[in-house]
């Protein structure tokens, strides 16, 4: 079961959050400022992380930039009252990997940590294979038959989530969400273009196809 850990003073929107995020499947631990999360961290692993930014004793810009001075990768959510672009910029500058502002809308928060935590995993897998083809995350890099090649990051990204999971649909919302992201403003086009180009350049692979499926999405397919 996958470990979410919760920093917010609030203990009204604590006890919410845990709940949803409970009856979500996900293992909670609350705590109710930055350093308290520290101590939880240093005593436990966590799969992600939601933080308030305004605590007592550390707020969550300096637990998220303490986390990343100390090598911590683990995704981290900020939650805050605050709405203006430079309280937003502060948060990713400092390590944030994803933002929302109160009032929270929990069923959003759902699918926003749900698809962190997808991310995280296909950055911690590292390395996916197909038949003879190779895709290795850390260097954007396909191999195959003993021939590597880089692709953009975007094409490189799109191919990893769908051959991580051969036969799965994927629509263009969900991969925009978790590719582009949620906050992104290009339409899901972007997608068929990018797909596109994927499939002109493993037109002649023969271990995988990218298989259109009309009105809803694309899935790679094991040849």
Request: proline share 2%; charged share 30%.
């Amino acid at each position: 079961m996958l470990k979410i850990l919760i920093a917010e003073d609030d203990r009204e929107l604590l006890r919410l959050f845990s709940l949803v995020l409970t009856k979500n499947g996900y293992s909670v631990k609350g705590v109710g400022n930055g350093k308290e999360a520290l101590e939880a961290i240093d005593s436990s692993y966590y799969d992600l992380i939601i933080s308030d930014i305004m605590m007592p004793e550390m707020d969550g810009y300096e637990l998220v930039h303490t986390l990343r001075e100390s090598g911590n990768t683990t995704p981290v959510m900020m939650i805050t009252a605050k709405d203006a672009f430079d309280d937003m910029r502060k948060g990713f500058i400092s390590g944030t990997d994803d933002y929302m502002v109160k009032p929270v809308n929990v069923n959003e928060m759902v699918l926003r940590v749900g698809a962190l935590l997808r991310r995280a995993q296909m950055i911690n897998d590292r390395r996916q294979v197909i038949g003879g083809t190779v895709l290795e995350c850390d260097s954007l890099t396909v191999t195959v038959k003993g021939e590597a090649f880089i692709l953009p990051q975007k094409e490189f990204m799109l191919l990893y989530k769908m051959a991580a999971f051969p036969g799965k649909i994927f629509t263009r919302h969900q991969l925009m969400d978790e590719i582009w992201g949620y906050d992104n403003e290009s339409d899901t086009h972007t997608v068929d273009v990018h797909i596109g180009r994927l499939r002109d350049r493993f037109r002649d692979n023969k271990d995988f196809k990218i298989v259109t499926i009309r009105g809803v999405g694309y899935k790679v397919v094991k040849l």
